[in-house]
T-cell receptor, first 115, second 114 residues
Framework: DQQVKQNSPSLSVQEGRISILNCDYTNSMFDYFLWYKKYPAEGPTFLISISSIKDKNEDGRFTVFLNKSAKHLSLHIVPSQPGDSAVYFCAAVGDYGGSQGNLIFGKGTKLSVKP | DGGITQSPKYLFRKEGQNVTLSCEQNLNHDAMYWYRQDPGQGLRLIYYSQIVNDFQKGDIAEGYSVSREKKESFPLTVTSAQKNPTAFYLC?????????????FGPGTRLTVL
């Protein structure tokens, strides 16, 4: 059963507009979340993270929002640029059982930013 | 330049053969990981290692083996027991395995079984 869900496999946005990528999780033990960006045939690169003690973290054009009660987080990219076109993975870290510190990944959302 | 290298980028093997994927890092990281990515899927953890000479199974370890004889190196062997080995394999490392540490990924190896 998936513990980290990205229910939108793809998203298409016009250049300059806002991109919103969503992620839901089921395990309330998760206490740290990360977003990774991945281009085809390359390894993912870290984008931004958020701890469960915060509800927002901002880094330039990228902002991550966390709603703990809803077990939901979102990544906002403003303004979107064609170079942002990639697959975005949401990942969670939790201290539970023997998997302390391991990342649990969602299936990813493919973002296409059109000029 | 510090980073993680994986070789080769593309690898082909015949069914029934074992194959070893290389992963080297010069970031002085204690923890290393192997993931597998399939089309339309997230990354799934195969094995991880917190420290030299120690490693643990991840979620999909069956048919795989690893070793961690040196801090810098964490090779993954895909054995003939792995029923569906064709996939994109990613190696990662982090400072340690405590929470709140990002993982750095290598460029990946695409393995195709013929």
């Amino acid at each position: 059963d998936q513990q980290v869900k990205q229910n939108s496999p793809s998203l298409s946005v016009q250049e300059g507009r806002i991109s919103i990528l969503n992620c839901d999780y089921t395990n309330s033990m998760f206490d740290y979340f990360l977003w990774y960006k991945k281009y085809p045939a390359e390894g993912p690169t870290f984008l931004i993270s958020i701890s469960s003690i915060k509800d927002k973290n901002e880094d330039g054009r990228f902002t991550v929002f966390l709603n703990k009660s809803a077990k939901h987080l979102s990544l906002h990219i403003v303004p979107s640029q064609p170079g942002d076109s990639a697959v975005y993975f949401c990942a969670a870290v939790g201290d539970y059982g023997g998997s302390q510190g391991n990342l649990i990944f969602g299936k990813g959302t493919k973002l296409s930013v059109k000029p | 330049d510090g980073g993680i290298t994986q070789s080769p980028k593309y690898l082909f093997r015949k069914e029934g053969q074992n194959v070893t994927l290389s992963c080297e890092q010069n970031l002085n990281h204690d923890a290393m990981y192997w993931y597998r990515q399939d089309p339309g899927q997230g990354l799934r953890l195969i094995y991880y290692s917190q420290i030299v000479n120690d490693f643990q199974k991840g979620d999909i370890a069956e048919g795989y083996s690893v070793s961690r004889e040196k801090k810098e190196s964490f090779p993954l062997t895909v054995t003939s027991a792995q029923k569906n080995p064709t996939a994109f394999y990613l190696c990662a490392s982090s400072t340690d395995r405590r929470s709140y540490n990002e993982q750095f990924f290598g460029p990946g190896t695409r393995l195709t079984v013929l």
